[in-house]
């Protein structure tokens, strides 16, 4: 019976174990009785992901946030949450004796009298900056290459979502070291709130345990700046990468890479040391960064003292556009039956960042229902070849842009001996007109570049060879594109394609019923592709080499016969040729 | 759907498959051939790049060294080192982790450009959505549990759970009451209470603020600026007033801070701000009625206040009007008098709730405040 | 003499300890007496005959280079709209006319506009004539001496405390306009307030003394000598810190350090996954070994 059981346990295990029973082999195979790992692995271990610097956007992100979760543990260790008053003993000489809360005395104790404090400081400030930077421009990637299409819309959401909730962590995060800076920032949100119609004053009571500032906004703040929103963003960004995964990353079309594959590097070895190497490197960036370059330096401000101020009073950048949006709001306040309407902060501070998140959360909703594309997507599209989709979101950073200029139009009239008013009345006008002219550029640029695309198709490329025929007039020899890059430019959808009605009759011949809003939808997709340039047909790609081939031997003649430049014709090896041949 | 798909083999009609492009113009020239690095075909440079991985490794070790090295010698704090002016505790500790991350980072990354195997290989997609069987098979099961369980069948039971569940946010949101009191609660509760209130009242002594000494009106020149606050805020023996202790005192400084200064009485526009001034000295709420920053970036030549947050500004000469940006009310003036001994008093409270408007807020214009003060 | 009454009735309302009563006193004293004779290095037999020398050299230069803004007896201009061209120059006192000339704000290029520090178009004799002569025209406040903006004569916890006190000040009065580290900031329509960290004390003391172009006055009723100084303490000490945390980034604030998180920090970490995926250089060969 000996024998059967050892059959058994043999066969049981994995191939892995069974070849070569070494140590890392046995605990393997221990794992694996216990998790079923090996089923995972066999899966995961050799997964392809595709290689371009543009994938590794959302990556300096994910890395940023490990390097916040690390120097905020730090800082945990010493900073106090606590509004409690306290005489200040520490090692600063310009604020000894000064009361202030055990949250700044704290915050200047980890600053001056923890080695490597400040360090930590620093960089937990530098990664959260940067961590919501790469958000955005991640999220500008994922756009602007058709990234969000099906079936990732549920991980575009996730991603805004994330976004959001990084600002929101950023912004508790500016609030906690209770300096003059940040405590006039809860101050300008406690206004925000109070402007909110109705219930806006008892929110504000309840968020503050009573009139502003009171002594629990900060303690309040700290929880939900170290256990809810990390706690939700460590879930979200689980799930945005298990929806990675599952959908395996997207790719750019080129030779070999389908719709149907994934081309890349293996997870094991390459890209798990390229992620990974890319950890240290970003880690090692911020780290620099907080050794090199100040960042808020709290000592500077004082504790917070609700009549002081500074001029510079700003929220950290991602902040900084619906501060710019405030600023730029005219005062409108209106009064009905002694109740107050605060316009000037209600529309600019709530409504507008609700408003505007919502479209972002939607855009691949929108595009979907606009283009009524159902299918799955796993090629990128170059922002070119979708015209309107590029416009429109270089519109939406126009917006964001202007709003971002208004939020530091004080250091604009600095830095450019301006007027703070004129600049004002500027960009109160520029954030409706900017992004109208830049919408419109855009879109214009990308078509251009399309139709650059056919050209280079058609014709090939400009070789900046000038030929002289023999009747004595020149022309500039264009030379064919290789044939990778041709298959690549080819490899997109034809918008007329997609410029059929939104309701058709389904297949058993029943019509579909024509709403108001289908209608509308099908006028908004004609303008969504309007002027859009299509890849050639394939009689104009025959007709165009049909024409190259006629060239070619029209000049089959000067064979030979070498004159500057004629043999650099694209047919033979030019390496060895002299540019100018010698004359003798 | 014009698009003419391409039928992927096994996989069932009415699911949409994997978008297959369009129209192949051109035949796809399918993967190029592999080609290879110098590392893979030349020993020496692999011999090279193995030592040029290591040594960042090692260079990143050193680093470390370095940074327990300065973190035990260096001097950091106040008057720690300094390096060109900079903080050398800081400067060092940061570069030397930096560097030690960057390195292993580097030498990682150049490891697997270099030496690791770079054959790119291709992995199959499949569709996300899951197959017809398992569809119908998912549907099934829930249909099946669904129909154990009798949720449709017994609406009674279905409703009054669902109800009662639902009435358990009730318990979530009654226990945040005690968050904060409401805005009329705290009224009264200490000096000042109430977004109707500020601890200013009749008499009391304007002093300067950080030092608390009170203010003669006869030392004022035209163009002063003074930033003060009421003597209730700096309670000595001599002016009775009671120890006001860390949130009140605070809640009470928000609202209280005021900005006075001294313009030309001729310049002074407004009845309301004439009246309530003493020889050309008004006082102006230092809270800003936009979103509620202390305000004293006052330009003397045109008694212009402008808000440093957000830019708003105020007409000093005028009721405090608004001449620009975005707040919507005018900033309360403070009524001042002289007392017996020639120190500049308060005539009242604010008659007017001070800083950002919010819902239940009652606005008046200053001519309509002053009104009700006479009366 | 009026200047002169109201230092004294502040002082004793302040109860300041009597040597800096006494130092303010003599600073009194010396508007009227023969600060300018000391300073003056063509000082000769006699202080008043040398401050009346002082004084007529004064009114050649302002004729030449001021009357034309500020009228021939600096009674002030205005144009034909009786739009002001130069203010009245009576009772503005020497200490404004060191600091307006001074830090080279005088004379303006052109009427109208904010005058920006500049190197000084006169000699520190040639402004001393000046400031004598315009404080010829009226009492005003007179030019600081050292003794006023010094914390030398203090023991260390005397400075310790002044630094302190004057960071409170400076804190609650100047930020507003000048920025927590003294950098400056934007005021209304095209205003501005200086970059203060490279103003001398002496004319740091004469800004808050004199209050000068649109800046508020902080007249020695408003801020004593003492805080003057104390501020004046603080400023220099954050001059002197080192930059605990590296670079300063322009001292800003969260503008400038958001644009070095988005050029620097983001810069630096695009450019390395661009170097990340970038292909490696190809070899030409073909491995033998492999098949």
């Given at each position: 019976m000996s024998i059967d059981t050892s059959k058994v346990a043999a066969s049981n295990r994995t191939a892995a174990v069974a070849s070569k029973p070494s140590k890392v082999g046995a605990a393997a195979?221990?794992?694996?009785?216990?998790?079923?790992?090996?089923?995972?692995?066999?899966?995961?271990?050799?997964?392809?992901?595709?290689?371009?610097?543009?994938?590794?956007?959302?990556?300096?992100?994910?890395?940023?946030?490990?390097?916040?979760?690390?120097?905020?543990?730090?800082?945990?260790?010493?900073?106090?949450?606590?509004?409690?008053?306290?005489t200040y003993q520490g090692s600063y000489n310009q604020l000894r004796g000064i009361s202030m809360s055990e949250a700044y005395a704290s915050a200047l104790n980890i600053s001056f009298d923890v080695r490597g404090g400040l360090l930590m400081r620093q960089m937990h400030h530098w990664a959260a900056m940067l961590f919501i930077a790469a958000m955005m421009i991640h999220l500008l990637r994922v756009f602007f290459t058709g990234a969000h299409r099906k079936p990732r819309e549920l991980n575009w959401v996730i991603g805004s979502l994330l976004l959001l909730l990084?600002?929101?962590?950023?912004?508790?995060?500016?609030?906690?070291?209770?300096?003059?800076?940040?405590?006039?920032?809860?101050?300008?949100?406690?206004?925000?709130?109070?402007?909110?119609?109705?219930?806006?004053?008892?929110?504000?009571?309840?968020?503050?345990?009573?009139?502003?500032?009171?002594?629990?906004?900060?303690?309040?703040?700290?929880?939900?700046?170290?256990?809810?929103?990390?706690?939700?963003?460590?879930?979200?960004?689980?799930?945005?990468?298990?929806?990675?995964?599952?959908?395996?990353?997207?790719?750019?079309?080129?030779?070999?890479?389908?719709?149907?594959?994934?081309?890349?590097?293996?997870?094991?070895?390459?890209?798990?040391?390229?992620?990974?190497?890319?950890?240290?490197?970003v880690f090692g960036v911020t780290a620099l960064m907080g050794g090199l370059m100040s960042l808020n330096p709290v000592w500077k401000f004082g504790p917070y003292d609700p009549t002081k101020v500074t001029a510079g009073s700003q929220p950290d950048w991602y902040m900084g556009w619906p501060d710019g949006a405030l600023r730029i709001m005219p005062g409108i306040e209106s009064h009905f039956w002694g109740s107050t309407w605060s316009w000037n902060i209600f529309l600019p501070i709530i409504v507008l960042p609700g408003l505007l998140f919502t479209v972002l959360l939607l855009l691949p909703f929108i595009e979907g229902w606009i283009t009524g594309d159902k299918r799955e997507h796993h090629l990128l599209q170059r922002p070119r070849n979708a015209p309107t989709r590029t416009a429109t979101m270089v519109a939406l950073m126009t917006i964001y842009a202007c709003f971002w200029a208004a939020g530091g139009n004080d250091l604009i009239a600095i830095k450019l001996h301006a007027s703070i008013n004129q600049i004002t009345y500027f960009l109160r006008a520029a954030v409706f007109i900017l992004p109208i002219i830049t919408f419109l550029v855009t879109r214009r640029i990308c078509i251009s570049l399309q139709r650059h695309d056919n050209e280079m198709l058609l014709h090939g490329y400009e070789s900046g060879v000038i030929m002289r025929t023999p009747e004595g007039s020149y022309y500039e020899k264009h030379l064919p594109i290789s044939e990778a890059r041709a298959y690549t430019l080819?490899?997109?959808?034809?918008?007329?394609?997609?410029?059929?009605?939104?309701?058709?009759?389904?297949?058993?011949?029943?019509?579909?019923?024509?709403?108001?809003?289908?209608?509308?939808?099908?006028?908004?997709?004609?303008?969504?592709?309007?002027?859009?340039?299509?890849?050639?047909?394939?009689?104009?790609?025959?007709?165009?080499?049909?024409?190259a081939d006629h060239e070619a031997h029209e000049l089959e003649a000067l064979d030979g016969h070498s004159a500057e430049g004629h043999h650099f014709d694209g047919r033979h090896p030019v390496s060895e040729e002299p540019i100018r041949p010698e004359h003798h | 759907m014009s698009a003419p798909t391409s039928h992927e083999p096994g996989h069932e009609p009415g699911h949409e498959?994997?978008?297959?492009?369009?129209?192949?113009?051109?035949?796809?020239?399918?993967?190029?051939?592999?080609?290879?690095?110098?590392?893979?075909?030349?020993?020496?440079?692999?011999?090279?790049?193995?030592?040029?991985?290591?040594?960042?490794?090692?260079?990143?070790?050193?680093?470390?060294?370095?940074?327990?090295?300065?973190?035990?010698?260096?001097?950091?704090?106040?008057?720690?080192?300094?390096?060109?002016?900079?903080?050398?505790?800081?400067?060092?500790?940061?570069?030397?982790?930096?560097?030690?991350?960057?390195?292993?980072?580097?030498?990682?990354?150049?490891?697997?450009?270099?030496?690791?195997?770079?054959?790119?290989?291709?992995?199959?997609?499949?569709?996300?959505?899951?197959?017809?069987?398992?569809?119908?098979?998912?549907?099934?099961?829930?249909?099946?549990?669904?129909?154990?369980?009798?949720?449709?069948?017994?609406?009674?039971?279905?409703?009054?759970?669902?109800?009662?569940?639902?009435?358990?946010?009730a318990p979530a949101v009654v226990m945040l009451r005690d968050l904060g009191p409401l805005p009329h609660q705290v009224v009264g509760e200490y000096p000042g209470a109430g977004l109707e209130h500020t601890i200013w009242n009749k008499g009391m002594r304007v002093v300067r603020d950080v030092v608390g000494t009170p203010i003669k009106a006869s030392d004022i020149q035209i163009g002063d600026l003074f930033n003060a606050e009421p003597e209730a805020l700096f309670p000595t023996e001599e002016n009775g007033y009671p120890e006001l202790e860390g949130a009140h005192r605070q809640i009470a400084k928000s609202k209280a801070a005021i900005v006075m200064l001294r313009m030309d009485p001729a310049d002074i526009v407004s009845d309301v701000t004439r009246n309530w001034s003493v020889n050309g000295i008004v006082a102006y709420s230092k809270i800003c009625t936009h979103v509620g920053c202390p305000i004293s970036l006052n330009e003397r030549t045109t008694h212009h206040l402008l808000c440093p947050c957000h830019q708003s500004t105020f007409d000093l000469a005028d009721s405090g009007k608004v001449v620009f940006g975005p707040a919507g009310r005018h900033l309360p003036q403070l009524p001042l008098g002289v007392d017996d001994e020639g120190y500049l008093i308060a005539l009242s409270d604010f008659l007017e709730p001070v800083g950002p408007s919010y819902w239940e807020r009652n606005t008046k214009s200053p001519e309509e405040v002053a009104k009700e003060l006479k009366s | 003499?009026?200047?002169?009454?109201?230092?004294?009735?502040?002082?004793?309302?302040?109860?300041?300890?009597?040597?800096?009563?006494?130092?303010?006193?003599?600073?009194?004293?010396?508007?009227?007496?023969?600060?300018?004779?000391?300073?003056?290095?063509?000082?000769s037999a006699s202080s008043t005959a040398s401050d009346e020398q002082l004084v007529k050299e004064g009114r050649e230069l302002f004729l030449v280079g001021c009357a034309f803004c500020h009228g021939q007896n600096g009674e002030g201009q205005t144009d034909v709209n009786g739009k002001l061209i130069g203010p009245s120059l009576v009772g503005v006192g020497a200490a404004a006319v060191d600091f307006q000339v001074g830090t080279g704000r005088m004379p303006l290029a052109a009427p109208g506009q904010q005058g920006p520090a500049k190197p000084q178009t006169y000699n520190?004799?040639?402004?001393?004539?000046?400031?004598?002569?315009?404080?010829?025209?009226?009492?005003?406040?007179?030019?600081?001496?050292?003794?006023d903006y010094s914390t030398t004569g203090l023991t260390d916890e005397e400075k310790q405390a002044a630094v302190v006190r004057g960071g409170q000040i400076f804190l609650t009065n100047c930020t507003a306009c000048h920025n927590f580290t003294g950098e400056g900031g934007a005021m209304p329509r095209g205003g501005y307030a200086p970059r203060i960290l490279d103003t001398s004390p002496k004319h740091i003391y004469e800004a808050m003394l004199t209050g000068p172009g649109p800046m508020d006055n902080f007249s020695n009723g408003n801020l004593s000598p003492e805080e003057k100084r104390d501020v004046i303490a603080y400023i220099q000490s954050m001059r002197d810190q080192p930059g605990f945390g590296g670079f300063s980034l322009g001292a800003l604030g969260p503008v400038s350090e958001g644009l070095f998180a988005w050029i620097v920090g983001l810069g630096v970490c695009v450019a390395f996954a661009v170097w990340i995926a970038a292909h490696t250089t190809r070899s030409t060969k073909k491995k033998e070994s492999q098949a």
């Open positions: 195979g221990w794992a694996d009785e216990r998790l079923g790992l090996a089923a995972m692995g066999k899966k995961n271990l050799r997964k392809v992901f595709p290689d371009h610097w543009s994938f590794m956007l959302g990556e300096i992100a994910l890395w940023s946030f490990v390097v916040l979760l690390l120097s905020g543990v730090f800082l945990t260790l010493w900073f106090r949450p606590s509004m409690a008053e306290v990084g600002t929101l962590e950023g912004f508790t995060g500016y609030s906690l070291p209770d300096d003059l800076l940040s405590g006039t920032g809860i101050r300008a949100a406690d206004g925000f709130i109070k402007s909110i119609p109705i219930v806006g004053t008892y929110i504000s009571f309840f968020l503050f345990g009573g009139e502003f500032p009171g002594d629990a906004i900060i303690p309040r703040l700290y929880t939900i700046h170290v256990l809810l929103i990390p706690g939700l963003l460590l879930a979200l960004i689980a799930a945005h990468m298990l929806l990675l995964v599952y959908h395996k990353h997207t790719q750019w079309p080129g030779p070999g890479r389908t719709e149907n594959n994934v081309v890349g590097f293996p997870m094991l070895p390459v890209y798990a040391a390229k992620a990974g190497g890319f950890f240290f490197i080819t490899v997109r959808d034809r918008s007329a394609e997609q410029l059929t009605p939104a309701t058709q009759d389904d297949t058993n011949g029943v019509p579909a019923p024509k709403g108001r809003l289908s209608g509308f939808r099908d006028k908004i997709r004609t303008l969504y592709y309007a002027d859009d340039v299509d890849k050639p047909t394939t009689a104009e790609l025959e007709e165009a080499h049909h024409h | 498959p994997i978008n297959a492009t369009t129209d192949a113009l051109l035949p796809d020239p399918g993967l190029p051939g592999h080609v290879w690095r110098p590392t893979d075909v030349d020993e020496r440079a692999e011999k090279r790049a193995e030592r040029q991985v290591a040594t960042l490794f090692g260079l990143s070790a050193i680093c470390t060294v370095l940074f327990v090295v300065s973190y035990i010698t260096i001097k950091g704090g106040v008057d720690g080192h300094t390096f060109i002016g900079l903080g050398a505790s800081n400067v060092a500790l940061g570069v030397s982790l930096g560097l030690a991350l960057l390195f292993i980072g580097i030498g990682v990354i150049q490891w697997a450009r270099k030496l690791m195997g770079d054959h790119e290989i291709s992995e199959e997609r499949h569709p996300a959505s899951s197959s017809e069987a398992d569809r119908s098979q998912t549907l099934a099961a829930l249909n099946a549990g669904l129909e154990e369980s009798g949720i449709g069948r017994r609406p009674l039971v279905r409703n009054t759970l669902l109800g009662s569940v639902a009435l358990l946010i | 003499m009026r200047f002169l009454n109201r230092s004294a009735g502040r002082l004793s309302r302040h109860r300041r300890g009597p040597v800096a009563g006494l130092a303010v006193l003599l600073l009194g004293l010396l508007v009227s007496g023969g600060l300018y004779a000391a300073l003056s290095p063509s000082s520190d004799d040639e402004i001393a004539a000046l400031a004598a002569y315009v404080a010829s025209l009226g009492p005003g406040p007179a030019i600081p001496t050292e003794a």
